[in-house]
T-cell receptor, first 111, second 113 residues
Framework: TQLLEQSPQFLSIQEGENLTVYCNSS?????LQWYRQEPGEGPVLLVT?????EVKKLKRLTFQFGDARKDSSLHITAAQPGDTGLYLC???????????FGTGTRLQVFP | GAGVSQSPSNKVTEKGKDVELRCDPI?????LYWYRQRLGQGLEFLIY????????KSGLPSDRFSAERTGESVSTLTIQRTQQEDSAVYLC???????????FGSGTQLSVL
């Protein structure tokens, strides 16, 4: 079983649409990170959320950490083709030193 | 260099051959990670180094896989007797510590024929 489940697995939308992707777990985490990976490149950190209920905004991207610190969402407003990529959430399980990644959401934004 | 460097960027090998993948982390970064990414999938944790020590090797898929790090710098991931299921992108990342942001290289695309 996966520690982190992301949904949807794939998402294809037109430029200008809004979307939300989710990262869910049954475990509690002290913090959660979101990364974006473009083809042929390694993932790049977008944000780290640490407090239950926390909301962080990065231009058109809004990240929320669940109140119970078990899940998170990423909302993109007015998607652009440049938002295309694989979105990954990642956590550091309590008592371990290894950053574990979710299954990923592959987003394609068409002009 | 300014970022994490991995070499080679592409490697094609025959089944049964050994391969060695190299990672040069950002200078001063004490933590170094190896991940595997199969086509269209997420990242699978392989191994983590803190300095030259690997506290957690539990992610290595089999005893054909090994990794080492020297001088708290360069790391090599070795796959012996490669199999077709080893085909994937192998990503290396480094960070100041295990609680900090990971900086990734562009990966090595390994194809086992």
């Amino acid at each position: 079983t996966q520690l982190l489940e992301q949904s949807p697995q794939f998402l294809s939308i037109q430029e200008g649409e809004n979307l939300t992707v989710y990262c869910n777990s049954s475990s509690v985490f002290s913090s959660l990170q979101w990364y974006r990976q473009e083809p042929g490149e390694g993932p790049v950190l977008l944000v780290t959320v640490v407090t239950g209920g926390e909301v962080k905004k990065l231009k058109r991207l809004t990240f929320q950490f669940g109140d119970a610190r078990k899940d998170s969402s990423l909302h993109i407003t007015a998607a652009q083709p440049g938002d295309t990529g694989l979105y990954l959430c990642a956590v550091l399980p309590l008592g371990t030193d290894k950053l574990i990644f979710g299954t990923g959401t592959r987003l394609q934004v068409f002009p | 260099g300014a970022g994490v460097s991995q070499s080679p960027s592409n490697k094609v090998t025959e089944k049964g051959k050994d391969v060695e993948l190299r990672c040069d982390p950002i200078s001063g970064h004490t933590a170094l990670y190896w991940y595997r990414q199969r086509l269209g999938q997420g990242l699978e944790f392989l191994i983590y180094f803190q300095g030259n020590s690997a506290p957690d090797k539990s992610g290595l898929p089999s005893d054909r896989f090994s990794a080492e790090r020297t001088g708290e710098s360069v790391s090599t991931l070795t796959i012996q007797r490669t199999q077709q299921e080893d085909s994937a992108v192998y990503l290396c990342a480094s960070s100041l510590s295990w609680t900090e942001e990971l900086f990734f290289g562009s990966g090595t695309q390994l194809s086992v024929l």
